[in-house]
């Protein structure tokens, strides 16, 4: 199983991204998707995540300026960001809890992890 994150990029404050990401191999159900970033000198922290009925939760910092959506159809999770401001920059990060199948055919739940988008945002 594979999560690949795109959209990434340089913008101005106030300007918009959207970046996505898709999860492919062996996927039987995809469970809660999410978004996380890692700003410099700082720790990892959730910036908004979906569940499978489409509940959404998100952090203080971006509340009415980014939107998570997903596409179960193509496996993707989705992140609007409007709005953008210099304190947003960061890696950006992918999150899904997986049902999976082994070799062996036993389903297997995985904690998977994106490789990370780079956003930067110009003052």
């Known amino acids: 199983v594979q999560l690949q994150a795109s959209g990434g990029g340089l913008v101005q404050a106030g300007r918009s991204l959207r970046l996505s990401c898709a999860a492919s191999?062996?996927?039987?159900?995809?469970?809660?998707m999410g978004w996380y970033r890692q700003g410099p000198g700082k720790q990892r922290e959730l910036v908004a995540r979906?569940?499978?009925?489409?509940?959404?939760n998100y952090a203080d910092a971006v509340k009415g300026r980014f939107a998570i959506s997903r596409d179960n159809a193509k496996k993707t999770v989705y992140l609007q960001m409007n709005n953008l401001k210099p304190e947003d920059t960061a890696v950006y990060y992918c999150?899904?809890?997986?049902?999976?199948?082994?070799?062996?055919?036993?389903?297997?739940?995985?904690?998977?992890w994106g490789q990370g988008t780079q956003v930067t945002v110009s003052s």
């Open positions: 999150n899904a809890q997986i049902m999976s199948m082994n070799d062996d055919e036993a389903w297997v739940a995985l904690g998977a």
């Open positions: 979906i569940t499978s009925g489409g509940s959404t």
């Open positions: 191999g062996r996927v039987i159900r995809i469970d809660d």
